[in-house]
């Protein structure tokens, strides 16, 4: 399952997480950029923190994998991904 998100005001990121059920692979972009590339083989969700921006930090919160419906925080507030 691939879902997009959108966050910052000034300076714009762009996040894909693409979490497979079938291969257990989880694949992070940011802004374009792979930024995770990964096997998750245990049951529960990975947990994925990065800091994002120059201009305007972010702390970024992704929780994916197992059979947890991913989840994105910016700066402790949940995103919803894009339609």
């Known amino acids: ?3 997009r998100f959108e966050f910052g005001e000034k300076e714009k990121h762009f996040l ?3 979490w497979s059920l079938l291969s257990k692979q989880l694949r992070i972009e940011l802004d374009g950029e792979i930024v995770v590339r990964e096997w ?3 049951p529960g969700a990975k947990k994925v923190e990065l800091n ?3 201009s305007e930090p972010h702390h970024v919160l992704v929780v994916a994998g197992g059979f947890h419906r991913t989840e994105v925080r910016v700066d402790g507030v949940r995103i919803a991904p894009l339609p």
Do not use: K, R
């Open 52 to 54: 994002v921006g120059q």
């Open 40 to 42: 998750h083989l245990s």
């Open 1 to 3: 399952m691939t879902e």
């Open 16 to 18: 894909t997480v693409d």
